[in-house]
């Protein structure tokens, strides 16, 4: 595995409630406070380099998942994980990352 993309398994706000992209609060608003469910490490898809596969390495469903930045798996000083969130990281995905 030569790249890795870390995405964002969000809470699911109510129907028709989503803040709009780039609002406070929202996933990449500047300034928020905002915090994932948790955050996961997903394959890059084949031949997307920066896009994440369909799962990730837990098994999880991407597509409803936000994308976050793309990791070189070469970068071993590097966590895959924001240090902001390292409490929200998956630790299935934590453990396959280890190995």
């Avoid at 609060?25 to 500047?30: E, F, L, R």
């Avoid at 990730?56 to 070189?72: E, I, N, P, V, Y």
């Avoid at 590097?78 to 409490?87: F, G, L």
């Amino acid at each position: 595995m030569s790249e890795i993309v870390v995405v964002y398994e969000l809470d699911q706000p109510a129907a028709g409630h989503a803040p709009p992209a780039g609002a406070p609060g929202s996933p990449g608003a500047p300034g928020t406070a905002w915090a994932p469910r948790r955050v996961h490490a997903a394959p890059a898809a084949p031949g997307r380099s920066g896009a994440a596969g369909p799962r990730t390495l837990c098994g999880k469903d991407t597509f409803a998942m936000d994308k976050g930045r793309r990791m070189s798996a070469e970068e071993p000083e590097t966590p895959w994980y924001p240090a902001e969130h390292a409490s929200r990281v998956c630790p299935d995905c934590a453990a396959v990352m280890e190995t």
